[in-house]
């Protein structure tokens, strides 16, 4: 568990040196608080009509989950960004051998690395959410639905950062480790587009969307089969990159 | 005793037995033995392409071998990889420098990195500054350093949890004649208590710290054997005005004269090239020069290698 924490730390001092970090986080938050206001704004010219109507929506619905789900969209981009150079900046820069000759094991390597990026994600996502929070000083918010909604987007940015570390290893290139966790989140985000067009929405393809198990948490619904669904997806890409790292051993390229 | 020499030695800190790898369909090293002991350290010779690099990253355990095994202390580096590696400290042929961090947290990290116990990081830290002779860039971002203070702190990486076993590829690369010149003397220190591999193309680093030498061709381990005593008492001597007879000086066992002004010469045993430089004055022909004869290793090297050592 040390060791492990030893390399994610040291991921979060080394991010934190990058002005690369700090611009993504900055340029992040310039967007979310756009949106936000801008959600704020309709808010409050809907706001007088939405008295009349029994069951009306709140701030919560109608402010914090857009955000958050907007917030999700944007993950799809930002978190390949941040895992790319994960393995695949150490590879190009000729650092993974003070990694690979530790005593470590490929898995706590892999997994300190998935921690120290996830831990930066997070931490982005956590300050966007101060700001429907902030809605609790004139309001008062939905909490509940609130922290389901984090714990749906916690999940998701978990998943998608470990495929984004699943491709940092494969790739040798960072560019590529980027493209290629885009294109996979991507791909599990639409995977079931067309089944929903062609009106279905409870069959196995509708299963594998990441979609899907997020949907129910913007709602206030925790439901456990979602909860296993992005852990799955989560441990099977890092005990593949972990494969990666093995393979990197035995048949280097 | 023990036949220092063979390859296969008792109670050896690292040892490769039979040791091959095969990359891209190639055989880049092909059946090694090879023993090391604390104490002792080992020049790994051979021109480019001859599977130097490709052997230290197989006895860091960075790279597993295709054939064979290599052993720590008796345990497989493959079998039992989180406790050996613990006990390697290797410098691969680019230093793998966190740039963004100053020389002391990169250092720190590689420390517990080896699991020195976090009470002994500042000073095992600090030792490893001292050796590596880095207190004037410890506060520095190593992205701004130059090239030798950066393979400085690399050999400072491999040596910061006083591992068992150093591995240290091209450690001289990029250092200039004067670091060059402490870098001999760092692993000689380290050579008195640890078992040190060192890979090079500089001959006179290999007779000047090395206690044999190995010598690999086309992946094969060509020579084996202590480095040649007689390169450590054998110099050349150039002289202002022509010597007479340079085995009429003070020490001097044995000497050719290869022109009016140079010897090829070989001292008694315990002679010293202060006395040899004493001697020379004292017979009023004036010291012009003095420098190491490296001739038998370089004619050992190049009668294996020597075709293409030519070539490049």
Not at chain 1, 29 to 43: I, R, S, T, V
Request: with cysteine; aromatic share 4%.
């Amino acid at each position: 568990m040390s060791d492990l924490l030893l390399v994610a730390r040291h991921e979060w001092r080394r991010l934190a040196m990058q002005p690369f970090a700090w611009s993504l986080a900055a340029l992040l938050m310039a967007l979310m608080a756009w949106q936000f206001l801008l959600g704020l704004q309709g808010f409050l010219d809907v706001a007088p009509r939405l008295g009349g109507l029994a069951d009306a929506p709140g701030a919560t619905d109608l402010i914090a989950i857009p955000l958050l789900r907007s917030l999700s969209n944007l993950l799809l981009l930002l978190v390949p960004l941040v895992t790319m150079r994960s393995f695949a900046g150490e590879r190009r820069a000729g650092t993974l051998p003070l990694l690979l000759a530790s005593g470590l094991g490929n898995g706590r390597i892999v997994l300190g690395k998935f921690t120290g990026a996830l831990g930066y994600v997070l931490a982005l996502v956590a300050l966007v959410l101060l700001m429907p929070l902030a809605l609790g000083l004139g309001s008062t918010p939905d909490y509940g639905k609130l922290a389901a909604a984090f714990a749906g987007v916690a999940l998701f940015a978990a998943a998608l950062t470990a495929i984004g570390v699943l491709c940092s290893a494969w790739a040798a290139q960072p560019a590529l480790a980027a493209a290629a966790a885009l294109a996979a989140g991507t791909l599990l985000a639409i995977v079931d587009a067309g089944a929903r067009l062609e009106g279905i929405h409870n069959d196995s393809i509708n299963y594998l969307a990441l979609g899907t198990h997020l949907e129910p948490f913007f709602r206030g619904i925790v439901a456990s089969v979602d909860i296993v669904y992005f852990l799955l997806v989560t441990g099977v890409a890092l005990v593949l990159a972990a494969r990666r790292l093995d393979a990197l051993r035995t048949r280097p390229d | 005793m023990p036949d220092r020499n063979n390859p296969l030695m008792d109670n050896p800190a690292l040892e490769l037995v039979h040791v091959g790898r095969r990359l891209a369909g190639r055989l880049v090293v092909d059946a090694l033995d090879l023993g090391l002991r604390r104490g002792e350290v080992l020049g790994l010779l051979g021109v480019n392409g001859a599977g130097k690099s490709t052997t230290l990253r197989m006895m860091a355990g960075v790279l597993a071998p295709s054939s064979g095994s290599v052993r720590l202390d008796g345990e497989d580096l493959h079998e039992h990889p989180a406790r050996a590696r613990r006990h390697i400290g290797y410098l691969p042929e680019v230093p793998p420098l966190h740039a963004e961090l100053t020389t002391l947290e990169y250092l720190r990290f590689c420390a517990r990195l080896h699991a020195v116990p976090r009470g002994g990081v500042a000073a095992a830290v600090e030792r490893a500054v001292e050796r590596c002779d880095l207190g004037e860039v410890r506060s520095r971002v190593i992205g701004t350093l130059s090239k030798g203070w950066r393979q400085r702190i690399g050999i400072a990486q491999a040596i910061v949890h006083e591992p068992a076993v150093i591995i240290l590829d091209e450690p001289a690369s990029g250092l200039d004649p004067v670091q060059a010149l402490k870098l001999r003397g760092l692993v000689r220190g380290l050579g008195r208590d640890h078992a040190v591999v060192v890979s090079t193309h500089v001959l006179p680093d290999v007779a000047a710290c090395c206690d044999r030498v190995a010598i690999l061709h086309r992946g094969v381990l060509r020579h084996l054997a202590p480095v040649p005593a007689a390169a450590l008492g054998r110099y050349i001597v150039a002289t202002a005005r022509p010597l007479a007879d340079a085995t009429a000086l003070a020490g001097v066992a044995s000497a050719e004269r290869l022109d009016a002004r140079r010897w090829r010469v070989a001292l008694r045993g315990g002679g010293t090239a202060e006395v040899l430089a004493a001697a020379v004055v004292a017979s009023g022909a004036g010291l012009a020069g003095l420098a190491a004869d490296e001739t038998p290793l370089e004619t050992t090297f190049l009668g294996i290698a020597g075709g293409e050592a030519a070539a490049a």
